[in-house]
């Protein structure tokens, strides 16, 4: 678990701590808390359209993915984020400033690196995952055991 604290931008605290903890491989599967700056995207099939709120949002769900592009920290998420009149907002997490804190599980998978190639077609960079053995890019993981 990682406790983010008033201030701190989630991209900036995931890529530092990411790079001195050598983390080439993580899920983020979950995030809670509060932003008091957030910027949203919604992929349009060529660009973000971007929305960005500058008052109190709950953080109400974050998930995504930490790999390595130029031996450095990629790190991608989406949020969800529950805005003042009970409705709520989500898509590609774009910035993030933690108002009164952040929780965030990550998970590592010590040994392993996971990219992101880029893809010429829609022009973003897709997660790359360890080859299976059998010569071709692992497309799920699997619990150890699990057939």
Known sequence: MLRLET???VFEELVGWARTERIRAAAVPMGLGQF???TIGFWTGHDYDRRTVEEPVELVGLS?????VDDAPSVHLH????????STLSG???????GLLA????VTFPRQAF????DPESGLRRLELP???????RRTARRRGAR
């Not at 929780?103 to 990550?106: H, N, P, Q, T």
């Not at 080859?131 to 890019?137: K, M």
Request: net charge negative; aromatic share 0%.
């Open 7 to 9: 201030g701190e931008e």
């Open 36 to 38: 008091t700056r957030a």
């Open 64 to 68: 995504g993915s930490i790999a390595e």
């Open 79 to 86: 949020a969800t984020l529950g805005l003042p009149d009970h």
């Open 92 to 98: 590609h997490l774009i910035e993030g400033r933690v």
């Open 103 to 106: 929780e965030l599980l990550v």
């Open 115 to 118: 990219g992101r190639r880029l």
């Open 131 to 137: 080859a299976t053995g059998r010569g071709r890019e």
